[in-house]
Nanobody, 123 residues
Framework: QVQLVESGGGLVQAGASLKLSCTAS????????MAWYRQAPGKERELVAS???????TIDESVKGRLTLTLDNGNKTSDLQMDRLKSEDTGVYYC?????????????????WGKGTLVTVFS
C-alpha cells in the first residue's frame, strides 16, 4: 500500500517562511509527478504547484516568486518551501502524487493523496 504523509505545517507570522514535506512510502517503483494543493477555510481545494519527474515545475500565479518545489525520487520526498508568507496562504496543504508501483510482476499506476497539514499565517 502506498501512502503520502505531509509534515511541516504550523502557525507562523506573515512574512515568515515555512517548509512543507511530503514523504511517500510503500512498494514504489517511481514517483512520476508530485502536486501540492491548498484548501483555504470555506473554499475549494486548489492546485498550488506541481513538479514532474524530470523537474519541470508549474507554480500558481498567487505564489510565484515565493515558492520553491523539489522532488527527490531517490528518497521519495517532495519539499515545498514557502517564503514571505501571507494570510491568504492559510489552509490545509495536501500533496498528491502519480506513482508507479511494481506488484506481482506488473507495473501499476496509482493516484495517491496525503491527509494534509495545516498552515496558519497570522498578521
Amino acid at each position: 500500500q502506498v501512502q503520502l504523509v505531509e509534515s511541516g505545517g504550523g502557525l507562523v507570522q506573515a512574512g515568515a517562511s515555512l517548509k512543507l514535506s511530503c514523504t511517500a512510502s510503500g512498494n514504489i517503483f517511481s514517483i512520476n509527478s508530485m502536486a501540492w494543493y491548498r484548501q483555504a477555510p470555506g473554499k475549494e481545494r486548489e492546485l498550488v504547484a506541481s513538479i514532474s519527474r524530470s523537474g519541470v515545475t508549474t507554480i500558481d500565479e498567487s505564489v510565484k516568486g515565493r515558492l520553491t518545489l523539489t522532488l527527490d525520487n531517490g528518497n521519495k520526498t517532495s519539499d515545498l518551501q514557502m517564503d514571505r508568507l501571507k494570510s491568504e496562504d492559510t489552509g490545509v496543504y495536501y500533496c498528491r502524487s502519480d506513482i508507479t508501483i511494481y506488484f506481482l510482476g506488473y507495473y501499476h499506476g496509482r493516484d495517491v493523496w496525503g491527509k494534509g497539514t495545516l498552515v496558519t499565517v497570522f498578521s
